[in-house]
Structure formats: structure tokens, C-alpha cells
């Protein structure tokens, strides 16, 4: 069993910056890829990015790449989604995710948290 919270969003101004927290229960934590995904309204969820479960590989979404880092501290169970340069584009609820296997797809992951609002004004 894993279990996922978020945290760290909220309103901003565009250009500002933000840095997202899910913290993990569970003894299992270090073994798993985690991901980030977001979705707008109306909109489909969505790949962020991702990272695996020992930190070696990574990979982010276009429209992402250059202004958000992924990374994870498994001393605190805890994966990041530090947020540059935020545009109103971003605004979206964001959730983070587990999963055995690595992978972009958020079809394919298997725990979830409640996710996160992120709105960016312009």
C-alpha cells in the first residue's frame, strides 16, 4: 500500500514560482518511480514529468522542460516538483503518482494522491 498527499500550491502571479510536495506512507517508497501529472478544466490528465526510483532517469513534458525539476529525498519519503517561471497555462490541479514500473503514461500508474491546485494569474 502507498499513500500520497500533495502540497505547495496556491496563487501566483505569472513568473512567479512554486514548489510542490508529496509526501508517501508506506516502506515501499524508494522502489517506485513517482510521477507528476496535472489536468485543467475540461482537459485531460496529463504528464509533467517523472522520475525513477533510484533518481537516475528522468524525463519532462515540452511544455514543461526548462522551468520545472523533479527530484525526491526517500529520507523523507517525499518527491518534489520545484515550478519557474509560471505561466497561466500552467494553472491546473496537479497530482502526483507511484508506480512500480517507470513510465509516462498516468493511465499506467497505480496510486494517487488528491492532488494540488495551481493557478497562475496573468
Known amino acids: 500500500q502507498v499513500q500520497l498527499v500533495e502540497s505547495g500550491g496556491g496563487l501566483v502571479q505569472a513568473g512567479d514560482s512554486l514548489r510542490l510536495s508529496c509526501a508517501a506512507s508506506g516502506r515501499t517508497f524508494s522502489n517506485y518511480a513517482m510521477g507528476w501529472f496535472r489536468q485543467a478544466p475540461g482537459k485531460e490528465r496529463e504528464f509533467v514529468a517523472v522520475?525513477?526510483?533510484?533518481?537516475?532517469?528522468?524525463n519532462y513534458a515540452d511544455s514543461v522542460k526548462g522551468r520545472f525539476t523533479i527530484s525526491r529525498n526517500d529520507a523523507k519519503n517525499t518527491v518534489y516538483l520545484q515550478m519557474n517561471s509560471l505561466k497561466p497555462e500552467d494553472t491546473a490541479v496537479y497530482y502526483c503518482?507511484?508506480?512500480?514500473?517507470?513510465?509516462?503514461?498516468?493511465?499506467?500508474?497505480?496510486?494517487w494522491g488528491q492532488g494540488t491546485q495551481v493557478t497562475v494569474s496573468s
Open positions: 503518482a507511484a508506480d512500480s514500473y517507470y513510465r509516462l503514461d498516468p493511465r499506467g500508474y497505480g496510486y
Open positions: 522520475i525513477s526510483g533510484i533518481g537516475t532517469r528522468i
